[in-house]
């Protein structure tokens, strides 16, 4: 799974109205470690925002006012980190690809705060994660097709895997994870990827392979088809302000800005924004009203998929 990077990664800016209040001059790229490998990012307190790599998953922590930064936590040997959020009590959720795990570090000390087993190493595919005020739910996308390990399907249901909060928002033990069978169309790998909370109390998710998105209930997984009106060529990552869900398209190079119902029952394509620069924009963090976008240039690394 590992792949090297033959270029300098990057952070591409999308400027979406203005820059962020009182920000000033915000840098319109961010340059990451060589061979860091990009996937995920989230923007924590006040500008400061974390990128995982895929490669070695550790965690990237920097600051979008002055673009500096430096590694945060210590390499993780076979993890990956994929999709990544940070939560109110500044504590950092990653996915862990096809480790099949999830992993909780503080925000601050990047000491590891928690560990879950989701399946067996090429079991599943952990994308993303999506915390509310009651549980995180990380996205699987797909299974290692056993003995040949660089190739991926999906075998069985579409799936969340949910850890349960504790008392205070605390983190529970490995007792604590539930599997949620979602109601989605099983195609092929990617189906589920990006993952979202809704107003209403139902999750959006992304489903790549079907170009499409879904309202799941987090209580049963039922699932509704959310029409947008075009199919979202590669949907990856998702990230939400208000009613506006915007949904990051690596096929395209593009942002598709949502304008979603409260429950997701509806949904129609208010504006698209290109990431011009980009090869393969995979998420995106907002800070004030811009957008940032994680470049993870997919096409020009080499190595076993």
Not at 14 to 30: N, Q, R, S
Not at 32 to 48: K, M, W, Y
Not at 61 to 77: C, Y
């Amino acid at each position: 799974m590992v792949r090297k990077l033959l270029v300098l990664v990057m952070l591409m800016l999308v400027a979406l109205v203005a820059a962020p209040a009182g920000a000033g001059h915000v840098p319109d790229e961010i340059d990451l470690p060589e061979g860091f490998f990009p996937e995920g990012i989230a923007v924590g307190r006040g500008s400061t925002f974390y990128v995982g790599s895929l490669a070695d998953g550790t965690v990237y922590r920097g600051d979008l006012r002055t673009g500096e930064g430096d590694v945060l936590t210590d390499p993780s040997g076979a993890f990956t980190t994929v999709g990544i959020e940070v939560d109110n009590k500044n504590r950092i959720w990653v996915a862990g690809g096809p480790s099949g795990t999830g992993r909780v570090y503080d925000g601050t000390s990047g000491e590891l705060l928690a560990s879950y087993q989701f399946t067996g190493p090429f079991e599943s595919f952990i994308n993303d994660v999506v915390v509310t005020s009651k549980a995180a739910y990380f996205t699987d996308s797909g299974t290692a097709n056993d003995p040949n390990p660089n190739q991926f399907r999906f075998a069985g249901e579409p799936r969340l895997f949910v850890v349960e909060l504790g008392e205070g928002k605390s983190l529970p033990g490995q007792s604590a994870v539930t599997e949620l069978d979602v109601e989605v169309p099983d195609i092929t790998f990617p189906n589920l990827n990006g993952v979202e909370t809704l107003p209403g109390g139902n999750l959006v998710v992304g489903h790549t392979a079907g170009q499409m998105l879904f309202a799941v209930d987090p209580a049963d997984g039922s699932a509704s088809a959310i029409d947008v009106g075009v199919p979202l060529v590669g949907n990856d990552g998702l990230i939400r302000r208000g009613s506006t869900l915007y949904v990051v398209e690596n096929g395209l190079a593009q942002i598709s800005a949502v304008n979603i119902s409260p429950d997701g029952s509806s949904g129609f394509v208010d504006q698209v924004y290109p990431v011009t620069g980009s090869e393969t924009p995979t998420t995106a963090g907002i800070f004030g009203n811009a957008l940032y976008a994680v470049d993870a240039r997919f096409g020009s690394m080499t190595g076993p998929y």
